[in-house]
């Protein structure tokens, strides 16, 4: 059984797990999103430095040169980023968080075999904040 990470709505995220070696899923500094597959316009086109036309500000905290943002267009664009499969190796998945606090909305989910197991949101703001997940049950998936 493999897991995906499902992004949708306002977030922002750069992926990593973390234990004694960290291991980056993705970064998101490039020109696109790699294998990661987008649905509607919330995304764009690709990661960006900072400031979105649609955003009434600029996202501050975030890690790297780039950042992955629902906000495209506003509050009216929707969406999802959603990872490839991957099988989880380390006891903790961590990534960076912001934008509104919508649950279920505008999030960041870990989904396996069609689930939502783990969720997180921003808090109503545009600072990515480092969130954990502890996903020791999950390794192997």
């Known amino acids: 059984m493999k897991s995906s990470l499902f992004a949708s709505f306002t977030l922002c995220l750069g992926a990593t797990v973390l234990q004694a070696e960290t ?3 993705q970064a998101f500094e490039g020109d696109g999103f790699d294998s990661w ?3 509607g ?3 764009g086109l690709a ?3 900072g400031k979105v036309d ?3 500000g600029e996202f501050r905290n975030y890690g790297g040169n780039a950042l992955v943002t629902s906000g495209h267009r506003g509050d009216a664009a929707t969406g999802t980023l959603t990872s490839p499969e991957l099988k ?3 006891p903790y998945l961590g990534f960076l968080v912001a934008g509104g606090n919508h649950p279920g909305k505008t999030a960041v989910q870990l989904v396996i075999a069609g689930k939502v197991v783990r969720e997180s949101t921003g808090a109503n703001d545009l600072t990515l904040r480092e969130t954990v997940w502890d996903v020791a049950e999950f390794k192997g998936k």
């Open 47 to 49: 990661p960006v430095a």
């Open 88 to 90: 989880l190796t380390h």
């Open 54 to 56: 649609g955003v009434n």
């Open 41 to 43: 316009t919330g995304f």
């Open 23 to 25: 291991k980056v899923i």
């Open 37 to 39: 597959q987008t649905t």
